[in-house]
T-cell receptor, first 116, second 113 residues
């Protein structure tokens, strides 16, 4: 079975441009998470969905960030306008259920964003 | 406000020796702790976990220890192998916060032959 699929793997853009990151979770997984990895803060949870509904977006840095999940097999994270401080690796992860005892989130390979 | 902290950005260990990775947390409500391993250009993968009702969990060469009074957990790898070289993330959760994971900054482990 295919894992979590993210695109693009790498994105280089200029400040002020719109960036859209995409994610296809593992089929049948009910939960989808967007994380951002930076050296200073490690992996930060931005937002997560349950059955396509956003549950907790308290980690979204500011209004420039938005996320959608129009169906069970697709999610997007959009940054508009992008800024250099948004440069990071963005991970999407999915799970069958919110873990209690199994602890497994399945992560994609990440999208490395560079904003010049 | 970093609720989960890994204060050592890197660790270098000789093959065959023990690797000890440390993690501290501030939220006493955390009731489940996990370690994830990440190779370059890959996403993190689950390694081992421990519930707050236990103080030790072992899986092969990997053992996680939890000291609730000190709000500290550690991951022991014995014996260390070159293939263990990766970034290790500590994570924690509170069940009534929807189970979302709070991660630390990560520690890069290098195991030298």
């Amino acid at each position: 079975d295919a894992g979590v699929i993210q695109s693009p793997r790498h994105e280089v853009t200029e400040m002020g441009q719109e960036v859209t990151l995409r994610c296809k979770p593992i089929s049948g997984h009910d939960y989808l998470f967007w994380y951002r990895q930076t050296m200073m803060r490690g992996l930060e949870l931005l937002i997560y969905f349950n059955n396509n509904v956003p549950i907790d977006d308290s980690g979204m840095p500011e209004d420039r960030f938005s996320a959608k999940m129009p169906n069970a097999s697709f999610s997007t994270l959009k940054i508009q306008p992008s800024e250099p401080r948004d440069s990071a690796v963005y991970f999407c992860a999915s799970s069958l259920k919110l873990f209690r005892g199994t602890g497994e989130l399945f992560f994609g390979e990440g999208s490395r964003l560079t904003v010049l | 406000d970093q609720q989960v902290k890994q204060n050592s950005p890197s660790l270098s260990v000789q093959e065959g020796r023990i690797s000890i990775l440390n993690c501290d947390y501030t939220n006493s409500m955390f009731d489940y702790f996990l370690w994830y391993k990440k190779y370059p250009a890959e996403g993190p993968t689950f390694l081992i976990s421990i519930s707050s009702i236990k103080d030790k969990n072992e899986d092969g060469r990997f053992t996680v220890f939890l000291n609730k009074s000190a709000k500290h957990l550690s991951l022991h790898i014995v014996p260390s192998q070159p293939g263990d070289s990766a970034v290790y993330f500590c994570a924690a959760s509170v069940h009534n916060q929807g189970g979302k994971l709070i991660f630390g900054q990560g520690t890069e482990l290098s195991v030298k032959p």
